[in-house]
């Protein structure tokens, strides 16, 4: 194996570019984009959260997905589609409900995670990259007792398996992280997360891809991917096209890391990937009040919203829609994350400076990647990350890159083909 293609420019391709490169591939990326990370992630919450690994298939989540139906600024919105995918993902999320599979997802993806933020520290230290990252740990606040209690509970999984968690009291929570001062009354308690990380996950990208063209890697921005071709049990090229014309990129292997578009490009080779699109929310805006800002990251756990201060920016994102891949901004979805903002922090921000985004999160059933080899040898996947990209994805590549070269990966996770 000399050269591989990387399918998407995103935080996984990037991440997988630079360490194939790392260990000596001839590399090329492709994106349609004009440059890296400007999809999945380029404005997502900002949190490293390993903290956050339980899965959204849980053994309540059928019973809160029901009473938010039809909600439109509901946590977790399913708009029921005539839609062969969105039935089969819902038919696997609710299996992947069982307490026995969301225990096993809850630690896999707790490994994975742990790892990642590892090597995110590893590849700080080696590059300098600045991305206005804060090692101030994550906040998830509850502003209802029993949820405060059921989150108490569930974290002694994590606890048990050596990931710090401390339940606190609204006054020790207030006591870590000031800008709460505001909202305590209203608080029930809070879990905290101080190993947790933040930091502007389209910044380290954008500044890795610039590593690893000036290493060798070759990015083919503007491309569009058409297809692959399959021939005697392995890939045999990737038909692209761009402002010249359309021909077929040839390589000894190719890296799917196309997020929520993975799962029509691989059924084309005959490659089941169970992924299906689920649209998030974001909103971005100037700091006015920088002493009541946030130390590190909240996390309002009953609303599913994550505040992070980003530099001079507050970050706020969260809710997921399964809709297909429709992108257009939702009014109602967009003024729900900055009313809960205004709720928690009024004096912050200039509120009418604010900009709203959306990108389509590329979600498994388990919440659980998929990472490994394909039944097609040299065709290798990393994809279907959910809300964790940012967390699991420089372990993520690391891994992968370290089972394309043959060598064990340092992770305890159910890779693809392994």
Same mark, same amino acid.
């Given at each position: ?7 998407? +420019? %995103? !935080?996984?391709?990037? &991440? ?9 591939? /001839?590399? @090329? ?106 090692? +101030? %740990? !994550?906040?998830?606040? &509850? ?9 108490? /509970?569930? @974290? ?263």
């Amino acid at each position: 194996m000399k050269r591989v293609l990387v399918l998407g +420019a %995103g !935080i996984l391709g990037v &991440h997988t570019a630079y360490f194939l490169r790392q260990r000596g591939y /001839e590399v @090329a990326v492709v994106d349609r984009q004009p440059g890296p990370g400007l999809e999945t992630s380029f404005a997502n919450g900002s949190q490293i959260s390993v903290s956050q690994s339980d899965p959204w298939a849980s053994p309540h989540a059928p019973f809160k997905i029901l009473k938010w139906l039809g909600k439109e600024d509901a946590p977790l919105l399913f708009r029921l589609r005539m839609d062969v995918n969105q039935w089969r993902w819902g038919l696997r999320f609710l299996y992947e409900c069982l307490p026995s599979r969301a225990e096993h997802n809850t630690l896999q993806a707790m490994r994975l995670s742990e790892y990642s933020r590892r090597t995110l520290q590893m590849l700080r230290k080696e590059t300098s990259i600045q991305y206005d990252h804060a090692e +101030a %740990g !994550i906040m998830m606040i &509850h502003s209802n007792k029993q949820s405060f209690d059921d989150a108490a /509970e569930a @974290a002694q999984l994590l606890i048990r398996n050596g990931e710090r968690r401390d339940v606190l009291s609204v006054a020790e929570a207030v006591k870590i992280e000031p800008a709460l001062a505001h909202t305590a009354p209203t608080l029930a308690g809070a879990i905290y997360a101080p190993n947790d990380e933040s930091g502007d996950a389209y910044k380290f990208t954008v500044a890795l891809a610039e590593r690893a063209a000036a290493m060798g890697v070759e990015f083919l921005y503007g491309t569009t991917i058409k297809k692959l071709q399959r021939e005697a049990g392995e890939v045999s090229g990737v038909v692209v096209s761009d402002e010249k014309g359309q021909r077929t990129e040839k390589a000894d292997a190719y890296v799917v890391a196309l997020g929520s578009y993975s799962t029509a490009l691989l059924s084309g080779v005959g490659v089941d990937a169970l992924i299906y699109p689920a649209k998030g929310y974001s909103a971005t805006l100037p700091i006015v009040n920088q002493p009541g800002a946030p130390k590190g990251s909240i996390t309002d756990d009953e609303m599913k919203i994550v505040f992070t201060t980003i530099g001079d920016r507050l970050r706020i994102a969260g809710t997921a829609e399964l809709n297909g891949f429709d992108t257009t901004l939702n009014p109602v979805r967009c003024a729900a994350l900055t009313k809960r903002a205004k709720h928690h922090f009024p004096d912050l921000c200039d509120w009418e400076a604010v900009t709203y985004w959306t990108g389509l999160r590329p979600a498994t059933p388990s919440n659980l990647p998929i990472i490994g080899q394909s039944k097609l040898k040299n065709l290798f996947l990393n994809t279907g990350h959910g809300t964790l990209g940012w967390t699991e994805g420089p372990g993520s590549a690391r891994a992968l890159v370290d089972i394309m070269a043959g060598v064990k990966p340092e992770v305890d996770y159910e890779f693809l083909g392994a």
